[in-house]
DNA sequence: CGCGTCTTGAGGTACGTGCCTCATGACCTA
DNA sequence: TAGGTCATGAGGCACGTACCTCAAGACGCG
């Protein structure tokens, strides 16, 4: 009866496949010498005995800790700087768990750059990285061969589906378009709505802007879009067009990709704070002095703390391999109005 | 130089300190037959060296597993489901990290029931518990006397300042009334607008109650308040009020406990589905049908699967002696429309 | 037949901590 | 001064896995 509480290990599974520990272990860790046959048995008896690695004792064992490595955009914007910070505040929550982060930035939509960068991680050091992937052959290759050196790849923020990507950590960018022509089709009195966004040729854009002209045009056909215009995720240029779209008599403006200090200065510059009905995407210091003021109504946020956490969770989860069945819980879209900022 | 790359262990502790492993460990553990003097020089020795107990070596050295054992209401309403649904999933979750979990219901509000379970808890068994608190003395000592005996408190839900609880898990609730107002009184037009609780008596309701009522007062001069009727978390009695309410010409309703398919057979019955703007708390399946339908215009949820997990996380850095300084991230209030419900 | 390669087994050490026993002093009290 | 309690040290085993070495057997090939 006690015998049957005990979780399995590998001395247990070993037995019951009627082989010896070092081949078990050269299963679980994917090491070299091992008879597809006999491999076949041991998967076998981990099936039967519902056996799990324990964490605490593979982690402790290991000669060193799990290497995990970000890549990012070296963009400027808010919301990528405020990715990094939300890796540096889980690298210090994370002390002490065995797991050491490192970051690097890589020029932003240069997918050369990215894949070089990808080929260039040490499998010794590296066991797993998390990328906020670009669209490009070059980097979909880069992540196959990442994964046959043995770097277990997860994508953020932006996914690259049709690689050998393990995880996909991000929002459904649909929804949060669709989401904001909900808000701003009842918030905003009937008429022209503005749309900015970052670059026609982002794949998170684009499906922003899908969702959101599918939903207004379907369900506030007293609305029309006005745009989109481009503001290159750059203040300067999302001021300018937003200076373009209050010249018109608006009545609402949805901005879906960053610049939002522009987009601030722009209503500030035309009276029309507060006048506009405004929605907005990731909080930040721009966006938050935006809703405080009431020139944003609402902000969309994919909650970077949440992603790094669930990032670094599958990233651990997917170099102990154990990782088969279970997929992640998606990354919850949030909605801020003024009155529900945290920390307020 | 490869000195300083290696994390201190509890050697390095004894070394620094001037003292024997053994006096580090008792001092670690709470074990008595230390002097205060001694004790505060193993303290420094920790702080110089920065030392973390490494969490992988501990669970794996202690004889049993941690133990955390959740206390909850025994209401049958949709939420305290939905949150021993969130439990079990985790719990799924989180096998093979050493954690074993103990649910147990106890009356709802029921102070001395919750007391007497609390001093019921084997200290050899439960490292931490996690405790949806009900206002009364009998608790708070209860709690306090728990923390004596070496069994941390978390607080999930309602929080019960004033006891010797270590950390409260929850949502603001002042902020998700607010939240709820500002959002009522844009959708709705101007008019009566309809209050439900669930009781007068509740904390959290109360506070939900103060928030919304100050930002509708505040700012929405064009709109008024009626009720609140209470509705006990009941479906029945939540439709029976909600059918008091549809028969004045309300434009809105909030109804800030649980009861919501009480709620929505009211608005069925009387023909009233989706001409009256409806916010409600936390994702069910009852309103999760209601935003499909259109009956339900926002939701605010509390994330009981977020909620679990924080509780989860603070549980092991309590039992194990890691919380000192760290404070949790508040948990966020999810504001859901029928565009961004998760899983759709 | 002899050689090499591949597969497997046996056994060990190490990781950092928890928990146990036993011994050794220091100090207090009658 | 003898007996007791208390604070501390010394040392060891255990947890479950990773990773290493060495040896033995199987098999193929020339």
Sequence with gaps: MDELKRRATVHDVAREAGVSLATVDRVLNGRPGVRT????????????????????????????????????????????????????????????ERISIDTMLVPAFDGAALATALAGLDPKQCDCAVVVATEDDRVRRAIDQA????????????????????HFVGIDNQAAGRTAASLLGRFAAPGPIGLIVGSLSLADHHQRREGFEAVLHGEFPGHRITGPLEGRDDDARTEAAALELLARPVTGIYNLGAGNAGLLRALERTGLTGKVRVVAHELTDATRAGLASGAIDVVIDQNPDGEIAAALGLARAVALGQDTERRPAPIEIGLYLRDNLPRG
């Design 37 to 96: 046959e006999t491999a076949g048995k041991v998967a076998e008896a981990i099936r039967t005995l519902d056996f799990r690695r324990d964490l605490s004792a593979s982690l402790l064992a290991r000669a060193r800790d799990l290497g995990v490595t970000f890549l990012l955009p070296d963009g400027r914007n808010e919301f990528m700087l405020g990715l990094i910070d939300a890796i540096s505040r889980r690298a210090h929550a994370t002390k002490g």
């Design 147 to 166: 994964s046959r050196r043995g770097i277990a790849v997860v994508t953020l923020v932006s996914d690259l589906p049709g690689s050998a990507r393990r």
